[in-house]
């Protein structure tokens, strides 16, 4: 039998307190009153929200599959300014539409001029185009960005006043193939993270089809003012094509018995639109005709779409994102008759929709696991490590670590919880011999190799760099 050992328990430690001196206890309430005052606490302004550190792994994910989408299919990298002239979205966007009327953050410049925050980058993105001579390129010119943009909207679920978009933007082509890339980036994008959806689609035509339309689309609305909300009465007057969009219950009827743009697009018009849906019958993306779709931005041709969630409750049932064709945009500001199409994806909202979905259906984020864990023991080894630890930041060994412990039981314990295969434990006697250990953290067995070898010997024995070793 194994005798018990009875650790001695230590005698409590008596603290005993200076006394504190008359004038240094009036300081210290002086200045206790001073920080009282002064204190205030700062919370995100409202539509703001903080993207803490639990969340990144969401964000990170969806960046890494659009940057991977981006460069499979041939998209470069732009980054335009967060500020631009206010008249660039109003040109661009329309001034009757809400993202204009009702939701830019403008401000006065100081050297004169009106300047905004971006609603959203596609504008910006033409802006570019013209203004950095990409139209002396080779044609088409495919980009995509990501970004915050900003609109002063009625905060709610899924609805900020910064939100952050990644876009796609397709300059200088007329081609059916061009709108089913587009949708195609979008349902992979959604695709490679498991989440699905579905696409809503329309085509709107050529503004002068459409002209013809909103006169169609006006008659039969006025025959029926009477059962319209406040907004629907505004929208006959200002932007009639916003009717369809309208949310309100009491318009629902009206708006289903409505006539459809179809009907009203040439031959020219309708044999693009088929062509767009063929795609993307070959593709096998799902989508829905839906005759209402119109967006929310005036620079629209032809082709419009919206992605949507399959399954989601509150925010989750919105828009994930939209794009379509705007073949006049570029001319409208200021560059040659060009044609163009582009989409992009709301991220916050798609975030939101994945942590719903990943827990409904108990999905995980997959991490990359770490390859070793380092142990360090004293203060010397703790210089060591770091040293070692900069050492191997090239060396593609995902190492995890924690300089702050000091006892080698925890250290290991967070090894196991990590599941990492091996450990490399750097103590007092190591750092003097030049050495440093490899623990197998299965069978225990542990090795001692030269500290300047460290690299070629984990690397032999990571199965991940079997391929260098052969
Ligand atoms: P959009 O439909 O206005 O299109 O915005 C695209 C997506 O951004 C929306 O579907 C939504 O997910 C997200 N979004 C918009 N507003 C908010 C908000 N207040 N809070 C959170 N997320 C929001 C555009 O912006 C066009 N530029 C798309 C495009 C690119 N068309 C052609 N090229």
């Known amino acids: 039998m194994k005798a018990k050992i009875k650790k001695n328990k230590k005698p409590a430690k008596v603290v005993i307190k200076k006394p504190i001196k008359k004038e240094k206890m009036k300081k210290n309430e002086e200045q206790k009153t001073v920080s009282d005052k002064n204190k205030k606490t700062w919370t995100a302004l409202r539509g703001m929200h903080d993207i803490l550190p639990k969340e990144e792994k969401y964000w990170k994910s969806m960046y890494n599959v659009s940057s991977k989408l981006a460069e499979y299919m041939q998209f470069a990298r732009i980054e335009t300014p967060i500020l631009e002239e206010a008249s660039l979205f109003i040109r661009s966007i329309g001034k009757t539409t809400d993202v204009v009327e009702k939701e830019m953050y403008v401000f006065d410049d100081s050297d004169g001029g009106k300047i905004c925050l971006r609603p959203e980058a596609t504008a910006s993105v033409v802006r570019a185009y013209v203004s950095d001579g990409l139209w002396n390129n080779p044609q088409p010119v495919k980009v995509w960005y990501w970004g915050p943009m900003f609109r002063h909207d009625r905060p709610q679920a899924g609805r900020y006043r910064q939100f952050t978009q990644v876009g796609f933007e397709n300059i200088g082509v007329l081609d059916p193939a061009a709108d089913a890339e587009l949708i195609m980036i979008a349902f992979n994008f959604y695709k490679d993270l498991k989440l699905p959806v579905e696409i809503h689609i329309n085509s709107i035509g050529t503004p002068e089809e459409r002209e013809r339309y909103k006169n ?137 929709y994945m942590k719903e979905f990943y827990q409904q259906n108990q999905l995980r984020v997959e991490k990359e696991p770490y390859d070793i864990f380092f142990a360090q023991l004293g203060d010397r080894a703790k210089g060591r490590a770091m040293k070692i630890l900069d050492d191997l930041r090239e060396s593609n060994i995902k190492i995890a670590f924690n300089l702050y412990k000091n006892s080698l039981k925890t250290q290991l314990d967070i090894a196991n919880e990590l599941k990492v295969p091996y450990s490399l434990i750097l103590g007092q006697k190591e750092v003097q011999e030049g050495t440093i250990i490899i623990r197998d953290m299965e069978s225990g067995i542990q090795e001692i190799v030269d500290q300047k070898k460290i690299e070629t010997a984990l690397k032999k024995k990571l199965k991940k760099f079997d391929d260098t070793n052969k």
């Open 216 to 352: 169609e689309l006006l008659n039969y609305y006025r025959t029926k003012k009477s059962y319209l909300c406040e907004e629907c009465r505004k929208r006959m007057q200002k932007n009639p094509l916003r009717l369809l969009d309208c949310k309100e219950e009491q318009c629902q009827g009206v708006k289903e018995e409505a006539p459809q743009i179809v009907d009203w697009l040439s031959e020219n018009s309708k044999n693009y639109f088929m062509k767009v849906l063929e795609y993307l019958d070959e593709l096998g993306v799902p989508y829905i005709l839906r005759p209402s779709l119109v967006r929310g931005l005036d620079y629209y041709t032809h082709t419009v779409f919206e992605v949507y969630p399959i399954s989601g409750e509150g925010a989750a049932q919105s828009a994930l994102g939209g794009g379509g064709r705007y073949d006049l945009l570029v001319e409208e500001l200021g560059g040659k008759s060009t044609p163009a199409a582009g989409m992009a994806l709301g991220i916050d909202r798609s975030v939101i």
